[in-house]
């Protein structure tokens, strides 16, 4: 049997996998037990699950994957509390049912406000109550950064923006620290980190806000990234700005596709994917593996976005509806891929 991923990096930081419920068993759960020792819900604890109509919380799912937590002893990632997207559309119609954003009279847009950011607290607080003995590091907010730049500051114009602004950032991370208490570690997450602009405007935003007294711990870094893209350089640049500010990192969504984009190979089936290309992985994976090492005592948490190439959300986004994408260091299979031994520097 391989060696375990994590053992290798037990000095530097936990090796993580986002999980479906489902897969805390068979072929899945063993690998999991095995390399991984840090674990997240791929989904089942965004808003659209865990809240699906007001007041009606379901923890069913998102239980299961504490309790797999608890009894193998791995650290916890919670994603997430707060974000623009799997959130269901109750959060932002007013008592009537109509869209909060449609409101022209500003009293009633106050008077909106007000609602959002209740409810904000109310799905907040009862989440965190709930786990904040069990949860590591909590994604408070997700993706507030716009991918162009809409506004000046870069800021992200969902319905969360729209109708309260930044405060609902601020709300959020208070929040989430008077429930979850000192210790808890809170996190803006986002993709696309790396390179300016949209690494400046997260920058901006953050130093902002922890100047001005806002409890925010580090920054998560999504990592959905490309063999070659972005260059490490932008990587460390990145991670080493944001320790500057005082703040932790954490590596929160990692894959590295085959396809670049546009998708540039038309790859059917695992097999079909060139040698050579998996090298080229390996490379990558390498490097920054060498620059996450490098870096360890700024990223506390390296995790990656599903455990093998199996199940990976990146089949749902390849411009070729059937084409397979592979951006895991384990096969199909779950056999070791030449990024496995890149990682474990056995090449
Ligand atoms: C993705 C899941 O992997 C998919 O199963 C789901 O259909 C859509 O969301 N950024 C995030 C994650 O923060 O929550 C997203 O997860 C991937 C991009």
Redesign the pocket.
């Known amino acids: 049997d391989a060696d375990p991923l994590k053992n290798r990096y037990s000095d530097s930081f936990p090796i993580g996998a ?1 999980v ?1 419920p489902e897969q805390l068993e068979g072929t899945h759960g063993d690998i999991l037990k095995r390399h991984y020792n840090s674990i997240v819900a ?2 089942v604890m ?1 808003a659209e699950n865990i809240q699906p109509e007001e007041g009606e919380f379901n923890f069913e799912e998102a239980d299961k994957i504490v309790k797999f937590a608890n009894e193998n002893e791995m650290n916890l990632r919670f ?2 509390l707060i ?1 623009h ?2 959130i269901p559309e109750w959060f932002f119609q007013d008592e009537e049912g109509n869209p909060m954003v449609d409101e022209t009279d500003s009293e009633k847009r106050e008077e909106n406000k007000k609602l959002l950011l209740e409810r904000l607290e109310t799905h907040i607080k009862t989440i965190v109550e709930r786990y904040k003995d069990d949860v590591d590091s909590w ?1 408070v907010v ?2 507030v950064i716009a991918d162009d730049a809409s506004n000046d500051r870069g800021l992200r114009e969902s319905k969360w923006y729209q109708i309260t602004g930044t405060d609902y950032i601020r709300t959020a991370f208070e929040t989430a620290r008077q429930a979850a208490g000192e210790d808890a570690m809170l996190y803006i ?1 986002d ?1 696309n980190t790396e390179e300016a602009p949209k690494r400046t405007y997260l920058y901006d935003l953050v130093k902002d806000m922890v100047e001005d007294g806002v409890p925010i711990d580090g920054v998560g870094h ?1 990592s ?1 990234i490309q063999i070659g893209w972005p260059s490490l350089e932008d990587t460390a640049k990145s991670i080493n700005m944001f320790a500057d500010l005082g703040l932790d990192n954490q590596i ?2 990692l894959d590295v596709s085959v396809y670049g984009y546009p998708p540039s190979g038309e790859w059917h089936s695992f097999d079909d994917i060139p040698e050579s290309t998996l090298e080229n992985q390996a490379d990558h994976y390498d490097d920054l593996f060498d620059l996450y090492e490098e870096l360890d005592n700024k990223i506390s948490n390296v995790t990656f ?2 455990i093998a190439d199996d199940h ?2 990146l089949d ?1 986004r390849t411009e070729d509806p059937n084409g397979k994408d592979a951006p895991f260091v384990f096969d199909p299979d779950f056999n070791v891929k030449p990024a496995y031994w890149s990682i474990m520097d056995e090449t």
């Open positions: 986002a479906e791929e989904n965004k994603h997430n974000w997207s799997q994604d997700n993706e997450n993709y999504q959905h929160t969504e976005w599903g990976t959300w749902d």
